[in-house]
Structures are given as structure tokens and as C-alpha cells.
């Protein structure tokens, strides 16, 4: 079973069209969620931490927000900057810590 | 200043042979990590490394092996090439032991023939 669920897989807008990428999560003992962005050819670039049910957190057009079975990043007012894959990670402790990443969310902002 | 660096970027070499990536960060970060990120852009932790405590993914086959010679370095050793080992290795570092803030290398894409 996935620990960590990312949809949708690929996500098309229009500029100045805002949306949300989701992340659901199925592991108990969450002890963090975190945002990644990743550019082509380029590792994934840190975006946000999120401990607890209802923490969100903003930078520039992006917002993460995390309830106690998944995580949403909303994007407001995209630009084709933003033009990226988005992945969201899992941190749990199950006797030990664990880390998964999500398969991704690809957005391509059209301008 | 690069952050997190990874040599070499691409690598081709046949399969049975042994191979060597580098990685040096100059963040002065606690931990470091070794990811793979198979083609279907999926990607996975291979080792944790902080204060020669090492984590390692029950997955990954014996044959990878990471070695830290000082706390801005881990190389990853592989042996044995096979062809399900062509992917994009990352490594990555983060200021504690607990997978936050992660700043990541450039990649290296291994193609095993």
C-alpha cells in the first residue's frame, strides 16, 4: 500500500488560474509532511514543513495547508514559472523513522 | 557557492562493473542522503548518514554502499553494476537528522549498458 498519494499527476492552467495539488497520506505517527519543488533536470528544491493537523504554511503564490489524512498546495494566481513538478514527502515513525516521497504532481502553467 | 555538489553528472559503464559517485556539501549540515529516482521519476531514500550513524532503506541491495570519509562528504560506492540500476542518484543534506529542509545535488544519471 502507497504511503503517500499525490493527485493529480499532471495539472495544466492558465496563468492568473489558481489551484490546489493534493497530497493524502495513509501512515500513523506522522511526524512531518513536507513540500518539494522539482525543475527538469534539477534536484527537488525545499519548499515547506508541516507538523500538525491545521499548520499552514506561505510563500509567495503558494500555500500549504495539512489536515490529519492529507495536505493540499494551493497555488494562487500561478505564473508559467511556477512550471514545475510538485512532491510532497512523509516523515513517520513506525519503531523507527520513515521517509517517502509521492509520485509527484507536474504543473505547466500556460501563459 | 554551490550548496550540494555531485560528480561526476552522467555516467555510462557496463554491467559487473564497479563505480563510484561523490558528493560534498559546504552547508555544514549534520546529514546527508542518497536517493534514487528511477525513470518513472519516483523517488526513493537509499541512506542516511549523520555522525557515522548510518540509516539505510531495507530495500537497497547490498551492493551500494555509502562512505563518509568527513562530515561534508558522502560518496556512494556501487558494485556489481545490474540494469535496473540506470536512474538519477541524488544526494542531498539537511542541518538535523530529521528528513526537514532537505537542499539537494544537481543529480548524477547513471545508464548501465
Known amino acids: 500500500e502507497d504511503q503517500v498519494t499525490q493527485s493529480p499527476e499532471a495539472l495544466r492552467l492558465q496563468e492568473g488560474e489558481s489551484s490546489s495539488l493534493n497530497c493524502s497520506y495513509t501512515v500513523s505517527g506522522l511526524r512531518g509532511l513536507f513540500w518539494y519543488r522539482q525543475d527538469p533536470g534539477k534536484g527537488p528544491e525545499f519548499l515547506f514543513t508541516l507538523y500538525s493537523a491545521g499548520e499552514e504554511k506561505e510563500k509567495e503564490r503558494l500555500k500549504a495547508t495539512l489536515t490529519k489524512k492529507e495536505s493540499f498546495l494551493h497555488i494562487t494566481a500561478p505564473k508559467p514559472e511556477d512550471s514545475a513538478t510538485y512532491l510532497c514527502a512523509v516523515l513517520y515513525s513506525d519503531n523507527f523513522n520513515k521517509f517517502y516521497f509521492g509520485s509527484g504532481t507536474k504543473l505547466n502553467v500556460k501563459p | 557557492d554551490t550548496a550540494v555538489s555531485q560528480t561526476p553528472k552522467y555516467l555510462v559503464t557496463q554491467m559487473g562493473n564497479d563505480k563510484s559517485i561523490k558528493c560534498e556539501q559546504n552547508?555544514?549540515?549534520?546529514?546527508m542522503y542518497w536517493y534514487k529516482q528511477d525513470s518513472k521519476k519516483f523517488l526513493k531514500i537509499m541512506f542516511s548518514?549523520?555522525?557515522?550513524?548510518?540509516?539505510i532503506n531495507e530495500t537497497v541491495p547490498n551492493r551500494f554502499s555509502p562512505k563518509s570519509p568527513d562530515k561534508a562528504h558522502l560518496n556512494l560506492h556501487i558494485n556489481s553494476l545490474e540494469l535496473g540500476d540506470s536512474a538519477v542518484y541524488f544526494c542531498?543534506?539537511?542541518?538535523?537528522?530529521?528528513?526537514?529542509?532537505?537542499?539537494f545535488g544537481p543529480g548524477t544519471r547513471l545508464t548501465v549498458l
Open positions: 552547508l555544514g549540515h549534520d546529514t
Open positions: 542531498a543534506s539537511s542541518p538535523s537528522r530529521a528528513y526537514n529542509e532537505q537542499f
Open positions: 548518514y549523520n555522525n557515522k550513524e548510518l540509516i
